[in-house]
């Protein structure tokens, strides 16, 4: 079920961009580039040795999605013998096969790397992970106590005969194929079974220190079953177990001439996510030839769809490790965020907005004076109105609880839920609805466009300086989620402000999401999908003819992604022009850098570290007004036009500074976790001095951290 949301209105994906396929780079195979250099991460002997765990499961569950949605629609595409070709020239079928080989390589190195280097380095701590060979007696009775205690009562062994088919497995779900000899109660001998392990089961599983071998010793649930499987199938002799996971199509797919009630169109698609056309099968590198190829015909997949692994099937729940193990020592040192002056000594976040603009730093300082602006203003009786955006926010939101709560107390509450957030659909429909219950208005936003900007807007009713009173806007905008656990991850800003201008831009933009009507020129906010991408074009031509024209001119981005067409030509040319262009993308980049006649003004770095490098921010000289923008939109087609996205600028010209030297100079510094794109389309990581090494990250951590 590939899954996308259509309108009538959305425009072309791409404009014609006047240079030739070779001068783009593919979008599949530069996020593959960056799964390697998170995949870097865990290799580093630098990076503390649990982290480095961390980091080979960060780049399992970057797969996963990886093929839940990339792969998924390449071979959507195949399916349907699709003629179109990509921004760099190339057909679906030569998209699969190259990402197919990346893939592949890619997890025979992860693999490689988690049994050759991190687990026995983790052994030589104290961590264990047991095999069933290393079990002793006092352990063996012990995981044989738990399996007939907490495995065996939950799960259905499925003998496979013409009354019991192959059963409909769910995505990425833990199962077991079994090779049987014999014959049943009932004079049945099918030769083989499939048991599913239950999602309610631990994949590890920590055994009581007593038993322990060593400080912190773990057993997977995949080995309790291999070990005891023969318990299933009474009477019957077990030829093989091989533990097996097959990864299926997750985009979800709403019609717009067929849709009535979204959230209820929704609701009725999400069950259907765990059964889309299978992708991917991961098997155990023991399994038979035989029933490997008997899982690949049950799924209609091929070869190329096959990934045999050397240990679990799913590493991403090895995640939860080490945050059960207290070893400080083997972690990333923990730091207090900062919390700006400005509010230290503040009665409340109101008081300080007053006093002037206010700039957050995530993770570097607090998420928390979001929360205390919503907490406050949901008691507050001078506040009568709040408004705001949720893309995601987690399904334990402290935010939520607090808009619920001013709900309750009688305030004004709108809240534009997206509900095609990608796999947070559910959350966010169960948010929608707690918040119905308690009076607050809920929309959805405009069909076709996701709502991925983030703004809160609080009306406040104060008193004015000749005696009567006037409503003001306190408002927050972001370039990422309100969601508290990712703002400890995320680096992230945040603006605080009663500007009038920009009160009144964001209160316009509500309008348009929560009724109808053109849209109105905003004084200071670029909005997708009509100003965004033409004002960020417009910049970049505006210093390529200053360039011309022998004038200053220089360009500074970062952001997440960097793929739309135009934009990238733009870029180009003002390369061309002499414009000196720094770009700082973390992840897919479809730009060619240093290309010589094209490029050779253009330089790309990529920074990977212990926070994921998430703000958007757009610095452009502009005549020396040094224009700064930040935004929740990366430079794609999706974001400029298909969904509704912000970008605002810093006015304040001490906050602007701040921005410039935090969010841009210090990553152009970095030679510790920078990662530089070369003109063959390969990145290169940028080697510092010995004596002289900077990480943006930590120097940041010392700046702004409590």
Same mark, same amino acid.
């Given at each position: 079920?590939?899954?996308?949301?259509?309108?009538?209105?959305?425009?072309?994906?791409?404009?014609?961009?006047?240079? &030739?396929?070779?001068?783009?780079q593919?979008?599949? $195979?530069?996020?593959l580039?960056?799964n390697?250099?998170?995949?870097?991460?865990?290799?580093?002997?630098?990076?503390?040795?649990?982290?480095?765990?961390?980091?080979?499961?960060?780049?399992?569950s970057?797969?996963?999605?990886?093929?839940?949605?990339r792969?998924a629609?390449?071979?959507?595409?195949?399916?349907?013998?699709?003629?179109?070709i990509?921004?760099d020239g190339?057909?679906a079928r =030569?998209? /699969?096969?190259?990402v197919?080989?990346?893939v592949?390589?890619?997890?025979r190195?992860?693999?490689?790397?988690? #049994?050759?280097?991190?687990?026995?380095?983790?052994?030589?701590? *104290?961590?264990?992970?047991l095999?069933?060979?290393?079990?002793? %007696?006092?352990?063996?009775?012990?995981?044989?106590?738990?399996?007939?205690?907490?495995?065996m009562?939950?799960?259905?062994?499925?003998?496979?005969?013409?009354?019991?088919?192959?059963?409909?497995?769910?995505?990425k779900?833990?199962n077991?194929?079994?090779?049987?000899?014999? @014959?049943?109660?009932?004079?049945?001998?099918?030769?083989?079974?499939?048991?599913?392990?239950?999602?309610?089961?631990?994949?590890?599983?920590?055994?009581?220190?007593?038993?322990?071998?060593?400080?912190?010793?773990?057993?997977?649930?995949?080995?309790?079953?291999?070990?005891?499987?023969?318990?299933?199938?009474?009477?019957?002799?077990?030829?093989?177990?091989?533990?097996f996971?097959?990864? @299926?199509n997750?985009?979800?797919?709403?019609d717009?001439?067929?849709?009535?009630?979204?959230?209820?169109?929704?609701?009725?698609?999400?069950?259907q996510?765990?059964?889309?056309?299978?992708?991917?099968?991961?098997?155990? +590198?023991?399994?038979?030839?035989?029933?490997?190829?008997?899982?690949?015909?049950?799924? #209609?997949?091929?070869?190329?769809?096959?990934y045999?692994?050397?240990?679990?099937?799913?590493?991403? @729940?090895?995640?939860?490790?080490?945050?059960?193990?207290?070893?400080?020592?083997?972690?990333?040192?923990?730091?207090?965020?900062?919390v700006p002056?400005?509010?230290?000594?503040?009665q409340?976040?109101?008081?300080g907005?007053?006093?002037?603009?206010?700039l957050?730093?995530?993770? /570097?300082?607090?998420? +928390?004076p979001?929360?205390? $602006?919503?907490?406050?203003?949901?008691?507050?009786?001078?506040?009568?109105?709040?408004?705001?955006?949720?893309?995601?926010? !987690?399904?334990?939101?402290?935010?939520?609880?607090?808009? %619920?709560?001013?709900?309750? #107390?009688?305030?004004?509450?709108?809240?534009?839920?997206?509900?095609?957030?990608?796999?947070?659909?559910?959350?966010?429909?169960?948010?929608?609805?707690?918040?119905?219950?308690?009076?607050?208005?809920?929309?959805?936003?405009?069909?076709?466009?996701?709502?991925?900007?983030?703004?809160?807007?609080?009306?406040?009713?104060?008193?004015?300086?000749?005696?009567?009173?006037?409503?003001?806007?306190?408002?927050?905008l972001?370039? *990422?989620? /309100?969601?508290?656990?990712?703002?400890?991850?995320?680096?992230?800003?945040?603006?605080?402000?009663?500007?009038?201008?920009?009160?009144a831009?964001? +209160?316009?933009?509500?309008?348009?999401?929560?009724g109808?009507?053109?849209?109105?020129?905003?004084?200071?906010?670029?909005?997708?999908?009509?100003?965004?991408?033409?004002?960020?074009v417009?910049?970049?031509?505006?210093?390529?003819?200053?360039?011309?024209?022998?004038?200053?001119?220089?360009?500074?981005?970062?952001? #997440?992604?960097?793929?739309?067409?135009?934009?990238?030509?733009?870029?180009?040319?003002?390369?061309?022009? *002499?414009?000196?262009?720094?770009l700082?993308?973390?992840?897919?980049?479809?730009?060619?850098? *240093?290309?010589?006649?094209?490029?050779?003004?253009?330089?790309?770095?990529?920074?990977?570290g212990r926070?994921?490098?998430h703000?958007?921010?757009? /610095?452009?000289?502009a005549?020396?007004?040094e224009?700064?923008? %930040?935004?929740?939109?990366?430079?794609m087609?999706?974001?400029?036009?298909?969904?509704?996205?912000?970008?605002?600028?810093?006015?304040?010209?001490?906050?602007?500074?701040?921005? $410039?030297?935090?969010? %841009?100079?210090i990553?152009?510094?970095?030679?510790?976790?920078?990662? =530089?794109l070369? &003109?063959? !389309?390969?990145?290169?990581?940028?080697r510092?001095?010995?004596?002289?090494?900077?990480?943006?990250?930590a120097?940041?951590? =010392?700046l702004?951290?409590?």
């Open positions: 079920m590939n899954i996308v949301a259509t309108t009538s209105e959305t425009p072309p994906l791409q404009a014609p961009t006047g240079f &030739p396929p070779e001068y783009f593919n979008r599949e $195979m530069s996020l580039a960056f390697r250099r998170v995949l870097w991460q865990a290799k580093n002997p630098r990076t503390p040795l649990l982290e480095r765990l961390r980091f080979l499961c960060i780049v399992s970057n797969l996963d999605e990886f093929f839940e949605i792969e629609g390449i071979k959507e595409q195949l399916k349907l013998n699709s003629v179109a990509t921004t190339k057909t =030569e998209v /699969y096969q190259l197919s080989e990346e592949h390589a890619i997890v190195e992860q693999y490689a790397l988690l #049994n050759d280097e991190v687990l026995p380095q983790l052994a030589a701590e *104290g961590i264990r992970f095999k069933r060979a290393d079990w002793n %007696l006092e352990q063996r009775e012990w995981i044989r106590e738990f399996f007939f205690r907490e495995v009562p939950v799960i259905t062994p499925i003998g496979l005969d013409p009354s019991h088919p192959f059963p409909r497995v769910l995505n779900s833990l077991f194929a079994v090779e049987l000899e014999g @014959r049943d109660a009932f004079g049945r001998s099918s030769g083989a079974a499939i048991v599913q392990a239950p999602r309610v089961l631990p994949r590890v599983i920590r055994l009581p220190r007593e038993l322990g071998s060593s400080e912190y010793s773990f057993v997977f649930l995949s080995s309790i079953l291999h070990e005891f499987v023969h318990e299933l199938f009474a009477g019957m002799k077990v030829l093989g177990c091989y533990q996971r097959v990864t @299926r997750s985009d979800l797919f709403v717009e001439e067929e849709v009535k009630n979204l959230r209820a169109k929704i609701q009725g698609e999400l069950p996510r765990h059964f889309g056309d299978a992708v991917r099968l991961e098997v155990a +590198n023991s399994c038979s030839e035989a029933m490997t190829q008997f899982l690949l015909g049950q799924f #209609n997949l091929t070869e190329t769809d096959l045999r692994v050397a240990g679990p099937v799913n590493l991403v @729940r090895l995640m939860q490790v080490p945050d059960w193990v207290v070893r400080q020592d083997l972690k990333f040192q923990p730091f207090t965020p900062g002056k400005a509010l230290q000594k503040c409340s976040v109101f008081d907005i007053r006093g002037g603009d206010i957050l730093h995530h993770p /570097y300082q607090s998420f +928390n979001v929360i205390e $602006m919503l907490e406050q203003s949901a008691v507050d009786p001078q506040v009568v109105a709040i408004k705001m955006t949720v893309y995601r926010t !987690g399904t334990d939101s402290v935010l939520m609880q607090s808009l %619920l709560r001013a709900a309750q #107390n009688g305030k004004e509450v709108t809240v534009v839920v997206e509900l095609m957030a990608r796999f947070d659909e559910e959350a966010n429909i169960g948010w929608a609805t707690k918040l119905e219950e308690v009076g607050a208005h809920v929309v959805y936003g405009v069909f076709g466009y996701k709502v991925h900007a983030k703004m809160l807007m609080v009306v406040r009713r104060e008193e004015s300086n000749g005696g009567g009173s006037i409503l003001r806007r306190y408002v927050h972001g370039t *990422g989620n /309100y969601h508290p656990k990712t703002a400890r991850l995320y680096s992230d800003f945040g603006l605080l402000t009663c500007n009038e201008e920009i009160g831009d964001t +209160n316009e933009v509500f309008k348009q999401l929560t109808l009507g053109r849209a109105q020129t905003l004084t200071h906010l670029w909005q997708a999908p009509f100003t965004l991408q033409p004002n960020v417009a910049a970049i031509r505006a210093e390529a003819e200053a360039a011309r024209a022998g004038k200053r001119s220089r360009i500074i981005a970062k952001m #997440n992604s960097l793929l739309e067409p135009e934009t990238i030509a733009t870029l180009y040319e003002a390369s061309q022009a *002499g414009v000196k262009v720094d700082i993308v973390r992840g897919v980049c479809g730009l060619r850098a *240093g290309v010589k006649g094209l490029s050779e003004n253009i330089n790309v770095r990529s920074i990977i926070q994921l490098e703000h958007r921010v757009f /610095y452009f000289y005549g020396g007004e224009k700064v923008y %930040l935004s929740s939109a990366d430079w087609e999706r974001n400029f036009f298909r969904r509704i996205e912000l970008a605002f600028p810093v006015l304040d010209r001490k906050l602007k500074r701040r921005v $410039m030297s935090e969010g %841009l100079q990553y152009l510094t970095d030679n510790a976790l920078a990662w =530089e070369g &003109p063959d !389309g390969t990145y290169h990581q940028k510092g001095s010995r004596t002289s090494p900077h990480s943006s990250q120097e940041l951590i =010392e702004l951290k409590g």
